[in-house]
């Protein structure tokens, strides 16, 4: 099992700064992959960001040139660092973990956390 705790969610002006952290906890050595999720009052949830063991990453659209995604492997902590915030960034963010890239990328991984309020005010 893996645990994935995140922290750093907040309430925040347009046009500010935070900074989520997802800490990755138990059996996470084929833990290949990790991401983030957002899910606004009444939709679905939805991809925003995603990083691989090597590195490699991914953004939605909406995000891009916004939001930076990192890791610390010897933290075993995967960050979401977010600026220019908009009220339409306003949602839940859900850390992501799983073996394979593809299974985040379908939300069909294995491992969640339990989400970090961000709220956006104009």
């Known amino acids: 099992q893996v645990q994935l705790v995140e922290s750093g969610g907040g309430l925040v002006q347009a046009g500010g700064s935070l900074r989520l952290s997802c800490a990755a906890s138990?059996?996470?050595?084929?833990?290949?992959?990790m991401g983030w999720y957002r899910q606004a009052p009444g939709k679905q949830r939805l991809l925003v960001a995603t990083i691989t063991s090597a590195g490699s990453t991914f953004y939605a659209d909406s995000v891009k040139g916004r939001f930076t995604i990192s890791r610390d492997n010897a933290k075993n902590t995967v960050y979401l660092q977010m600026s220019s915030l908009k009220p339409e960034d306003t949602a839940v963010y859900y850390c992501?973990?799983?073996?394979?890239?593809?299974?985040?990328?379908?939300?069909?991984?294995?491992?969640w956390g339990q989400g970090t309020q961000v709220t956006v005010s104009s």
């Open positions: 138990g059996s996470i050595s084929n833990i290949n992959a």
């Open positions: 992501a973990a799983d073996t394979s890239w593809r299974a985040i990328a379908t939300m069909k991984n294995d491992y």
